[in-house]
Nanobody
């Protein structure tokens, strides 16, 4: 059973930075497809960045150049570094994982989810 635990959310002003962490328990993240998703109030959950089991990454256009996904083998943890944050980045951020060989931006393709961490960006 894969368990995901996110941390690192908070409130920042526009232009600030945050780093989210997703600790993976029960399985090595390197054998999973993983992704960061977000959901703002009244909106559907959307993909932010995904990474497959061989390390290929794909970012949503809205975060390219500002967000970076990284991994720590020793800690079995995936990070999301968010720079130049904008008010429209405000959302609940979720870490997700799946055993699929192909990572997608579709939330329905992921079977394991963390509890979410709130990110609020003020103008």
């Amino acid at each position: 059973q894969v368990q995901l635990v996110e941390s690192g959310g908070g409130s920042v002003q526009a232009g600030g930075s945050l780093r989210l962490s997703c600790a993976v328990f029960g399985y090595s993240y390197s054998r999973l497809c993983m992704g960061w998703f977000r959901q703002a109030p009244g909106k559907e959950r959307e993909g932010v960045v995904i990474i497959d089991s061989v390390g290929r990454r794909s970012y949503a256009d809205s975060v390219k150049g500002r967000f970076t996904i990284s991994q720590d083998n020793a800690k079995n943890t995936v990070y999301l570094q968010m720079n130049s944050l904008k008010p429209e980045d405000t959302a609940m951020y979720y870490c997700a994982a799946d055993f699929s060989r192909i990572a997608t931006m579709f939330p329905a393709d992921y079977n394991y989810w963390g509890q979410g961490t709130q990110v609020t960006v003020s103008s």
